[in-house]
């Protein structure tokens, strides 16, 4: 919903550690520590299949 839509990426050109700025300040309002949010988003991002080195 939030970063694809009708089969693209919604900012086809955000890198990982861009894509970690913008979505912890959401994840810090609802209620997680910024540490803790940063730390979620650096071990899941890299393992999506749109930054998943082979």
């Known amino acids: ?3 694809y839509e009708k089969g693209e990426f919604k900012q086809p ?3 990982m550690e861009k894509m970690i700025k ?5 994840m810090v309002e ?5 540490n803790e949010a940063i730390s ?3 071990n ?5 299949k749109r930054w ?3």
């Open 40 to 42: 979620l988003m650096e």
């Open 13 to 15: 050109d955000i890198t």
């Open 22 to 26: 913008a979505c912890v300040p959401f």
């Open 44 to 48: 899941v991002l890299p393992n999506l």
């Open 30 to 34: 609802k209620g997680m520590a910024e």
């Open 52 to 54: 998943k080195k082979d």
């Open 1 to 3: 919903m939030y970063c």
